[in-house]
């Protein structure tokens, strides 16, 4: 039951951000306990494609360390509206009009997750959309290099393929 496990995922990150009220947006405070260690460089890397009313996204989350998480999620955010229906790739869910979130699963020190394809229709076709990738959820890890997690990428209604 994947979509449990994203819902838990989505839940824990909510719950997480309403008890760190002096993290960044979209990151949840460091645990107290051994947790509160932990550490991790959680980076991005892949293509987007926009065709007509069609948004392709294809990407795969890496860890460049120094601990391994156990999930972390990912956002992806839309200058332009989703269509009312998708079909949402596993461990995806949709978080908003404009928003999508996905678990990454294991992400192993100095190791790369699951490969995360996302197929989304929008609402009516753009000349253009600015995606924005970043993470959502950690576990609470530290990540001191927001560089390599947080991408904004402009795609063109031409077909091509942009990589970030």
């Known amino acids: 039951m994947r ?14 951000l309403g008890a760190g009220a002096g993290a960044p947006p979209g990151w949840a ?5 051994p947790e509160a260690e932990a550490e991790a460089d959680v980076a991005y890397h892949g293509r987007v494609h926009l065709s ?30 989703l269509a009312d229906r998708q079909q949402l790739a596993e461990g995806c869910a949709r978080a908003g009009v404009r928003e999508v979130v996905c678990e990454t699963g ?29 993470t959502w959820w950690n576990g609470g890890a530290t990540d001191r290099n927001h560089v390599n997690n947080e991408h904004v990428v402009l795609a063109l209604d031409t077909g091509d393929a942009y990589a970030f």
């Not at 007509?52 to 601990?67: F, K, M, Y």
């Not at 294991?106 to 924005?132: D, N, S, T, Y």
């Open 3 to 16: 979509r449990g496990a994203v819902r838990s995922v989505v839940v824990a990150g909510l719950l997480a």
């Open 29 to 33: 405070s460091a645990p107290a306990g």
């Open 52 to 81: 007509g009313a069609r948004l392709r996204i294809w990407l795969v989350p890496e860890n460049d360390g120094p601990t391994a998480l156990a999930n972390a999620t990912l956002r992806v955010r839309l200058s332009a509206e």
């Open 106 to 134: 294991p992400l192993p020190l100095h190791g790369r997750g699951r490969h995360i394809g996302l197929a989304l229709a929008l609402r009516e076709r753009v000349p253009e959309v600015v995606v924005r990738v970043d």
